[in-house]
């Protein structure tokens, strides 16, 4: 997969330094922050299309502008002191599938680079589409008293493109998600820098049943999903996906696989994050709309202040269409699930009532009673847990697991559950799940045992260590569960 993604980053680069250059100001686009530039930079990516490709240069200035359309071969360079700012005018963009600033459909061979700076100023454009709607010339269900995502511009989104690449440049302030490739072959996104927390929805970049990617050296900081793979078509799905030196701080999950999951998600690697201040998991991996989710293998992951360290989920929110999860290795990890709420004081924070009265296990894994979550490593994993479980708030005790809901159609998420009677990991309808020097210390005592197993089979604890202030507790509860090592 690298040797793929590597030889296409060479073919494009090659391009680009073969492109010859036109600057903004030659075809009249204005860097004054006032004047609209729509139809002026559109004239200027359709013209060097014709010349057979090259690079639009945006030197310092701000360039005002409504939805654009990327086309084959061509580069918007963004200078240091370059910002492409969206208009506020919600007309002054186009729907395709969704409403966005940059647009490129079916293209090949498109570029954006520099240290400038993508700004969609999604905030006030947000509440410019609201006034819009209430003034009856946008027609939007308005659901939850806000426009629908897809009403409101996202920054970038490329669709059935090949030989993309993204480097160096800061993205800011979407009204809806940040960025999104869906079915795109030989994605490079290098080097960015995502900063949106303007709006709901603002996942800080979406890839979409895309083939071949990585997404390396980049900093996402993002009120939703920092890192977000999905799967829209039951006939494709995500494949040789490489995230590596990257860093997320989200108000939702860092990194997460599937709440759409209609395809799958195969051969994904993730190697160095860094995760801080995420309201909701770390890593959260779901198979929930009847796709499967299989060969990922995290390897150097650290995480400070997160509501969870590790979610893993097979549902049926398609009646009759069971998702399928396997063949997962973690490992060289350090985690720390602090008592409180990770992104208090973040402009659009997390829900307050999503959160359980005790800390959620830093460690989720749950599947169906007829379709088990196989083959999970964890290896060389500490993790600390900030403990000081209430046994007062506690809905289920270790001799009633049977009343922990399935909720098999509901949306996914770690604190689905509400309380569980764990605190290290709770796992459930699982088989062949292997821990390996995995260290679980709890700050303070809980009521809970650090691991409790629900209907597991075939697996072994190995190397395990538990801390915990005055614990007198076995480590491991076994419940319908078979074919158990502990050592």
Known sequence: MKKYVLLGVVALQSMLLAAKDYPASLFGIRNDGVTLNTRSIQFAIDYISQQGGGRLVFHVGRYLTGSIHLRSNITLQLEEGAVLVGSLNPFDYDKKMVTALVFAYDQHDVAITGKGVIDGQGRALAANV????????????????????????????FRNCRNVLLRGVTIRNA???????????????DSIYVDSKAFWNNDGIDIVDCDSVAVTNSYIDADDD?????SHDPSKFCNNILLRNNTIRSSANAIKFGTASLGGFRNITILNTRVFDTYRSALALEAVDGGFLENVLVDSLQSYNTGNFLYLRIGERRAGFKGRLQNIKIRNVYAEVPLGKPDAGYEYEGPIEDMPRNLTPAIVIAGMPDV????????????????????LFAKIGLDELDKVPERPAAYPDFSMFRELPAWGAYIRHSEKIEFRNVKLVCEKKDYRPAIVLDDVHGSRFGGTQVTEPG?????????????IAVK
């Open 372 to 391: 088990k979550i196989s083959g999970v490593t964890l290896e060389n994993v500490d993790i600390r847990f900030a403990g000081g479980g209430n046994p």
């Open 471 to 483: 614990s007198k507790k076995q480590v491991v509860f076994q419940y319908k569960s078979s074919d």
């Open 130 to 157: 609201t006034a819009n709607i209430h003034k009856g010339l946008l027609k939007d269900l308005f659901r939850n008293d806000r426009p629908e995502a897809e009403s409101r511009a996202m920054i970038i989104n």
């Open 175 to 189: 009204a809806s998600w940040v960025e999104t490739y869906d079915q795109c072959t030989n994605l490079v996104l």
């Open 226 to 230: 920092g890192i977000c793979l999905k």
